[in-house]
């Protein structure tokens, strides 16, 4: 609507004045261009730039001599490094790990930040402001330092849950090789129900009144009422948390690496980003950019996948 | 539209809401906040014991209170690089928010302010990138920065975090409502140059836009942890979530649990402290970045 203001008065001038205008014009659109230049020269710097030198780097493999005496020469390899990374057991179960963990976790928490959600916009609810603060609460907290939280409430001789359970005669260790990754998706779920519930919960208040009232004259209230006109209504608000969510877990890092040193199945390579790291820990940038380059690729997919997939349901439906 | 709602839920259906309901989702979403917040109060609690009394007990009320001790030892540890972390942290957050967000600003005033061609284009790109998260590009800027001997400097943390998409995306948003043209023509017409018609008409009117995207950008850096682990092998040069991360792994290296502890309480309170009084600005962005 901005630039409809603008273009019709520059259009409908005069000929005299034209010229004169278009020197402003001029002027105005380097104005323009000096004031996007710091911003334009850093987003091409440390965005486009990484991704270009990942997409090239991923092509050359690096040879170093035995003995390390001379310097190392970089080869162009071709595609080497792709069929090196999808042959690699571990990036291969790494990937498998937080596509697991993304079919079970994402819908958990938020079909759990949909009913807190719900919950909270309901007649029912009182202290409103209240547990909204608290549920955003983990979400301003920094991932380490919850991660690091934790990892101290999961420790074998200090956790307040594994004593609890042992009052019970249950013996827990939210760090055993079979409880790990259920262990990580209750940080995951801990640190963002709230944050996605907000979300949700933001949309359900930008539903008109009328269109609840109306529908409870009609005698729909309670549970039918959310579940047969809010929730249709929520159907953005969920493909954009569900989205948020895949790219989240494909991305996940902190929480598992920061479980490594206690937990004994969090390997080095437990999750994709932890796999390219570990490739460029030994100085195997190659494989550490095509690692990268083939999660990018995964996420993306991923994401307008499943964005693709709700739209074409929705035109069914 | 939401007044009627609220006045009719006041007036004549809130008598209609039984109390088994209401109880019911109290109930739950009262049991959601104790799963939310024990955590947060174990950690609280153990900030104060003692290592003897942390692994004495189930470790959710206080035994002897030893916060004082534990915090003098918090700044002990490493010759007091603690003091240097939270140094660290507030540099790279305050310097690389406050450079984002005058970044931003500029960006996104041309974008909204000023037709040339390409203008579209240059703003989708930006829009584009606002969904790819910042964790998707650490890895790449990793491998990017050690072939040209950046990595283990400040500058490896700071310039990434100084590039806001986000930022450009709300200035943008705001400027183009916010700051009327004719404000603009009128500084035209007195002869103002257009750097001090952004600095003296354009800056002023955003500012409440430019305190959100400050605080974002802030919290963003504040918070990160992927990119200062991969970037920072020296530990003088890390923020405080990467230098409690590598305590917490280095019990062996006889760094006490009760020193990590009182480490992250102590990170987590500046933060409160820091932010609290701004909740209002750090929601209504939460809002616009996910509703518009």
Known sequence: MTIDMVEPDLRATKPTATAQRSTAGRRRTRSALLFLLPFGLLFAAMMLAPICYSLYKSLFTTHRSGLGLSRPTEMFAGFSNYATALHDNHFLMSILRVLLLGVVQVPVMLGLALLLALLLDSRSARFKRIFQVVFFLPFAMPGAIAAIMWSFLYARNLSPFTALFQHIGLHVDFLSDGLALVSIGNMMTWAYTGYNMLILYSALQAIPGELTEAAEMDGCSGWRLAWHVKVPLLRPALILTTVFSIIGTAQLYTEPAILQHDAPAVTITYTPIMAAQYAAGINNYGLAAAESVILAILTFVASFGFMKFTQRRGLGA | ?292
């Not at chain 2, 507030?90 to 970044?103: K, R, W």
């Not at chain 2, 040209?148 to 948003?173: D, E, H, K, M, Q």
């Not at chain 2, 002023?204 to 970037?231: D, E, H, K, R």
């Not at chain 2, 649990?257 to 933060?271: D, E, M, R």
Request: charged share 10%.
């Open chain 2, 1 to 292: 539209m939401t007044t009627t709602r609220y006045a009719t839920s006041s007036g004549t259906t809130a008598r209609k809401v039984p109390l088994a309901s209401r109880s019911g989702v109290f109930l739950v979403l009262l049991l959601f906040s104790v799963y939310t917040l024990i955590p947060l109060w174990w950690l609280l609690v153990s900030a104060t014991k003692s290592s003897g009394d942390l692994f004495g007990d189930g470790g959710l009320w206080f035994s002897h209170f030893d916060l004082w001790t534990n915090i003098r030892a918090v700044f002990h540890q490493q010759d007091g690089i603690f003091g240097r972390w939270i140094l660290n942290s507030v540099l790279y957050s305050a310097g690389g928010a406050f450079v984002a967000t005058l970044i931003s600003a500029m960006a996104g005033y041309a974008l909204a302010k000023y037709p040339f061609r390409g203008r579209d284009l240059a703003f989708n790109i930006v829009l584009g990138a606002v969904l790819i998260p910042a964790s998707m590009f650490a890895l790449p800027l990793y491998l990017m920065f050690s072939s040209i001997g950046l990595v283990n400097t400040y500058w490896a943390v700071f310039l990434p975090c100084i590039v806001s998409p986000f930022g450009v995306y709300l200035a943008r948003i705001y400027a183009a409502d916010g700051v009327p043209y004719e404000l603009l023509e009128a500084g035209r017409v007195d002869g103002a140059s257009e750097a001090r018609i952004f600095w003296r008409i354009a800056m002023p009117v955003m500012s409440p836009a430019l305190v959100t995207i400050f605080l974002f950008q802030f919290v963003g850096i504040w918070n990160n942890y992927l990119l200062p682990v991969l970037m920072l092998n020296d530990d003088k040069l890390q923020p405080v979530t990467v230098g409690l991360a590598g305590w917490r792994n280095g019990f062996e290296n006889g760094i006490p649990y009760t020193v990590t502890l009182t480490g992250a309480v102590l990170s987590l309170t500046l933060l409160v402290i820091a932010f609290l009084p701004l909740q209002r600005f750090w929601r209504s962005g939460l809002a616009a970045g996910s509703v518009k």
